[in-house]
């Protein structure tokens, strides 16, 4: 296969293990190993239904693994759940027992208001184990993780440990401007919660007016300056694509999922989007896992490429190993003649 | 695909525009203030206005005040309402649950009539208690809905606007069934005893009540939880991609929209000193729905107004359409035999099928919404006239 | 035993054996009647939830009304022109009534079904999903405030033509009525099943509902599959509602908006979008809503059938015979 094999080890931005995901009876994803290194480009590539999208979502938390799981910035983020069907029973467990409780205090003591303080007690009980399950702080989860229970993380989740990703079919906020889609991008970055926007208090006008500099500042960097009051719906296609990768940068995050970023593009635009990505991995140290069905862009800027067909991982390695590995011309072009 | 609403070039309506937007601006760079002053001028005006005719005729001031104060219920729910339809996009059909609920944990904790209970607390800390309650229970209420699309999120609250009256008319031990609880305490501000006779001071508070809700519904939809209510709207998928806790989210919009019912709840069951459930049946929460959707879903103001209208026209105006077209008045041939209040559903169903029909955006839609619902239709005129050279290329993997 | 044979006769027994659960858990025949036409009913309304939503991903919320209005258009024909005022004991003439009170209700709300499906939702079909959801609730205001116009709000006799001898049956009595009811119940359910999956028509439908697009590529044309799916829905709407009416002696204009509900959690009990989960779906609710009153808890049989469409809704949306539904977003 490949020579050079990139050493998994301390520092890795991403590392996939043997990801599995199928549908009923079809497996989508099989048994994918990939890594990423610290500001690198990752490229995954293949023919159409390889499954490279249906990977993605899983490492972006959209869809659970059938098995295997991912590890970012080292920690163990994306795998199949394990006992969600316990996390009910910690729900209902503490209010069970001070159920239990309110009964003996009525065997015992035939005493009913005191009785239904106790289980007016396993009602409240109840109600703050709920609102914990949605909220989920830190000790909610801390319980969990004591009791074995194993959550895959969500979008949002990744997001706020740092990954940020765009869409194959672009999916911007269509009837919000340009500069609200990329402030969406920043929700995570920012402090000012319901109580700050309703006291108007002066940290959360402050961090709203920082947002507008910071928002305009992204859309300059992808070459949307100037653009920022434009509905995202009314941006021609090469500038929602570039809009959609704004977004995403706004959430100041270590690796970047791309979804195809150039399909549709015209050879300029899509000139321009390579040297915008190479800019982000050189010039703000970003990983990049990219999608592409353009091999110039592919061969041009990846550091690593990975091969998927079929759902399984069929080669890997630097643009030049893969080039010439046979199974991946095979994979694309079909068995040559004999 | 440009749709710029503007002044067409070469048009001098330099004047009146210039001074139009240097108003906007000013409005819109002090918000809290506008508002303040504009319901300052609206509840003044407003019964000054009754005391002329026609409206003088129909019925006298006291009457007047007494619907506008109302009125102001009704609006505070459509401003509710709207954050959780028109901001957050989410179909809630059972409003009036959380209405019951701010009335009925009012009534319990002020009325001397329950066998079981009786307190006497205060009015005024009562409204933000209820408010409270009536979140919690929009929380509570809104956590099953989640992971559902909009059409069974819709059935769901339905059913949840049905459950909750109905276990107010059942748990009768507690609540009194269908007679409901009577004698709630009014309220009494700094020995001020509210009376039944006088509705000004209702007004006054309602007024009040109002004004601060519109601030803070202005300043969450200008937020950054605004904008995430807007996200979640357009792309839900998109906007949790994005970082935005989709689950948080929408159950803040619930609670916050179900904590402005609930301090109408409150008012209403000072006002009326009786709370029973019938007051809360399906028809309340289509009412509200209808209010916000004519009004113009999304825009604050225009609810408001939507919903001011609607409540006119059904408490006075289809009242005297009756002896309008009757034999004392114009003595119309056909239209006099209609009883006109008891068609008024009927003409809330043609209004809401004709809306969605001929200006979806309702009568004051905000400029947003307006853009979002026609030109979609824009956009499928591309597709009859072959593939738009901007659209997306069809899906691979 | 060979592998088609048991196909067909493991659903047979399987419903032969609820059958008899049923009847002993409902505690007799006159129990089990009431339970066989109820859930006839709530099945034939399910059918029209499920098969529209199926087709244009709607709930259309006015179609439980339009079981109401089927209903009072059943009554006004009974009584007005028929001019029917009791029991009738010719069988043939009994017979020659119902036909004549039934295909004109079921035709006539059939084309009202369209006619709305024309004028209300397809303008609509291609705005964001507020837009037409609304409008069905307008729809099914306009729909009950009609009849609630024109008859008033009290609830309004239906009379009782079918003779009410009755025969004994395992400790019961069951009447000519209700077996001809749940007879003519299933024999509708049966038409329809076979016309959807036998029929140009039906096989129209049904391409329609899985991918709209490609029928279309495939020549179906769209607009009229769609309408004659609305016509559909709405005559079984309309039949339930003669079923109604003539069980249960007395129509009402709110009648549709329980009845609707229930119908649609049945639907989506037995999963939306599954015509033979829509009859699964309507016996279960029935028996649900009998076995209540049964236990003396009537008034809560309404937050009953709520909770089991709340339950359903968050823990298995795809219901008992749907497809597990993607994941979360």
């Given at each position: 296969m490949s020579a050079t094999v990139v050493e998994p080890g301390a520092g890795v931005v991403l590392q996939a293990n043997k990801v599995t995901k199928a549908f009923g009876g079809l497996v989508?994803?099989?048994?994918v190993d990939l890594v990423i290194p610290p500001t690198s480009i990752v490229s995954l590539i293949g023919p159409n239904g390889a499954g490279k999208t249906t990977f993605f979502n899983v490492v972006a938390g959209i869809l659970d693994p059938t098995s295997g799981d991912v590890t970012f910035r080292g920690h163990?983020?994306?795998?199949?759940?394990?006992?969600?069907?316990?996390e009910p029973v910690v729900w209902v467990l503490p209010s069970v027992i001070v159920g239990v409780i309110a009964a003996i205090v009525y065997l015992a003591t035939a005493n009913a208001d005191a009785t239904a303080v106790v289980v007016l007690g396993a009602i409240g009980l109840l109600i703050v184990m709920f609102l914990a399950a949605i909220v989920r702080p830190g000790w909610y989860l801390r319980l969990l993780t004591a009791a074995g229970v194993f959550r895959s993380s969500r979008p949002n989740d990744m997001v706020k440990a740092g990954m940020g990703r765009t869409f194959q079919n672009i999916r911007l906020?269509?009837?919000?401007t340009a500069q609200e889609n990329v402030q969406v991008g920043m929700h995570t970055k920012m402090r000012a919660n319901a109580a700050d926007a309703l006291l108007s208090t002066p940290r959360a006008r402050a961090e709203e007016r920082a947002s507008v500099t910071k928002a305009r500042d992204y859309l300059a960097l992808v070459g949307?300056?100037?653009?920022?009051?434009?509905?995202a719906k009314n941006l021609p296609y090469g500038d929602q694509r570039k809009l959609e990768l704004a977004r995403a940068l706004a959430s100041q995050p270590a690796l970047l999922l791309l979804d195809?970023?150039?399909?549709?593009?015209n050879p300029r635009e899509t000139a321009e989007m390579t040297q915008l990505i190479d800019r982000l991995r050189r010039d703000l140290g970003i990983s990049i896992l990219l999608i592409e069905h353009d091999m110039k862009v592919v061969m041009g800027i990846s550091d690593r490429i990975y091969v998927l067909d079929h759902g399984e991982l069929i080669s890997q390695g630097s643009p030049q190993e893969v080039r010439s590995d046979p199974r991946v011309i095979e994979a694309y072009l079909g068995k040559p003649p004999t | 695909m440009t749709a710029r609403a503007g002044a067409?070039?070469?048009?001098?309506?330099?004047g009146f525009r210039a001074m139009r937007d240097r108003v906007s601006a000013l409005a819109a760079g002090h918000r809290s203030t506008t508002i303040i002053v504009g319901w300052i001028i609206v509840a003044t005006a407003l019964p000054l206005l009754m005391l002329l005719p026609p409206f003088s005729t129909f019925q006298n001031q006291k009457l007047w005040i007494d619907g506008f104060a109302n009125a102001g219920v009704f609006i505070l729910l459509a401003l509710g309402l709207n954050m959780v339809v028109?901001?957050?996009?989410l179909l809630d059909l059972g409003y009036a649950a959380f209405y019951a609920i701010g009335a009925y944990t009012y009534a319990l904790a002020a009325s001397p009539t329950l066998p079981w209970i009786s307190l006497h607390v205060p009015f005024w800390p009562m409204l933000l208690v209820g408010a409270a309650v009536a979140a919690m229970f929009g929380i509570l209420l809104g956590a099953p809905t989640l992971r559902l699309r909009g059409d069974y999120l819709a059935i769901v609250t339905l059913g949840f606007g049905e459950i909750v009256p109905a276990v107010f008319l059942n748990a009768d031990k507690i609540?009194?069934?269908?007679?409901g609880i009577g004698g709630v305490y009014k309220p009494d501000l700094l020995g001020y005893q509210f009376t039944l006779g006088n509705p000004l001071p209702y007004y006054i508070a309602m007024v009040a009540i109002i004004a601060v809700v519109m601030i803070f519904v202005y300043r969450l939809q200008d937020s950054r939880l605004g904008r995430a209510w807007m996200a979640v709207r357009e792309d839900e998928l998109a906007a949790a991609s994005s970082g935005v806790n989709t689950v948080t989210t929408k159950l803040l919009a619930f609670a916050l929209g179900a904590s402005t019912a609930g301090l109408a709840g409150v008012f209403t069951a000072a006002k009326l000193t009786l709370v029973s459930?019938?007051?809360?049946?399906f028809a309340v929460s289509f009412t509200i729905l209808a209010m916000v959707v004519l009004g113009g879903m999304g825009n604050v103001w225009g609810v408001a107004i939507g919903a001011f209208i609607l409540y006119t026209i059904q408490s006075v105006v289809l009242k005297q359409l009756n002896p309008f077209f009757g034999e004392k008045g114009l003595n119309v041939p056909f239209l006099k035999d209609i009883d006109f209040v008891q068609y008024q559903f009927l003409l809330y169903g043609l209004a809401l099928v004709l809306m969605m029909l001929l200006?979806?955006?309702?009568?004051?839609?905000?400029s947003r919404r307006k853009r979002e619902l026609h030109t979609e239709q824009d956009e499928n005129v591309g597709d009859e006239l072959g593939p738009d050279p901007s659209s997306t290329p069809m899906e691979q993997t | 035993m060979r592998p088609d044979v048991v196909r067909v006769i493991r659903p047979i027994l399987i419903v032969a054996v609820s059958l008899v659960v049923a009847w002993f858990l409902l505690g007799g025949t006159q129990q089990f009647m009431n339970f066989l036409t109820l859930g006839a009913i709530y099945a034939l309304i399910a059918l029209g939830y499920t098969m529209v939503y199926g087709i244009?991903?709607?709930?259309?919320?006015?179609h439980g009304d339009l079981f109401m209005f089927g209903a009072f258009v059943a009554m006004w024909i009974l009584t007005v022109p028929l001019g029917m005022t009791g029991a009738v004991d010719d069988p043939i003439r009994l017979i020659v009534i119902l036909v004549v009170v039934m295909l004109p209700t079921m035709i006539f709300m059939g084309l009202l079904g369209t006619f709305i499906e024309r004028f209300a939702y397809r303008p609509l079909r291609?705005?964001?999903?507020l837009a037409p959801l609304i409008t069905a609730i307008g729809v099914s205001f306009i729909l009950q405030n009609v009849i609630y116009v024109l008859f008033g709000p009290s609830p309004v006799t239906v009379p009782?033509?079918?003779?009410?001898t009755r025969f004994d049956f395992l400790g019961g009595k069951v009447s000519y009525l209700s077996l001809f009811m749940v007879g003519v119940a299933i024999f509708l359910m049966i038409a329809l099943q076979l016309f959807v999956s036998r029929t140009r028509l039906g096989r129209a439908m049904r391409s329609t509902a899985q991918d709209r697009e490609a029928a279309e590529l495939m020549g179906v044309d769209i607009n009229q599959t769609i309408a004659i799916t609305f016509f559909l829905a709405a005559a079984l709407a309309g039949a339930g509602g003669t079923i109604q009416g003539l069980y249960f002696g007395s129509v009402q204009?709110?009648?549709?908006f329980y009845v609707g509900l229930k119908a649609f959690t049945a639907a989506v009990l037995g999963g939306i979008g599954n015509t033979t989960g829509a009859a699964l779906g309507g016996f279960i609710i029935a028996f649900i809503e009998v076995l209540a009153t049964q236990l003396g808890y009537s008034r809560w049989s309404e937050v009953a059938v709520f909770s089991v469409l709340i339950l359903v809704l968050v823990f298995?949306?795809?219901?008992?015979?749907?497809q597990q539904l993607g994941e979360r977003a």
């Open positions: 989508a994803v099989k048994e163990r983020v994306i795998a199949r759940p394990v006992r969600a069907w316990f906020f269509a009837n919000m949307l300056k100037g653009r920022a009051g434009e509905l195809e970023p150039t399909a549709g593009m | 067409a070039p070469g048009t001098n309506r330099g028109g901001f957050a996009g609540t009194n069934g269908t007679n459930p019938d007051q809360f049946s200006r979806p955006e309702g009568l004051f839609p905000s | 244009v991903e709607l709930i259309n919320f006015a291609h705005a964001p999903r009782q033509v079918f003779p009410l204009f709110n009648l549709g298995r949306p795809s219901g008992i015979l749907g």
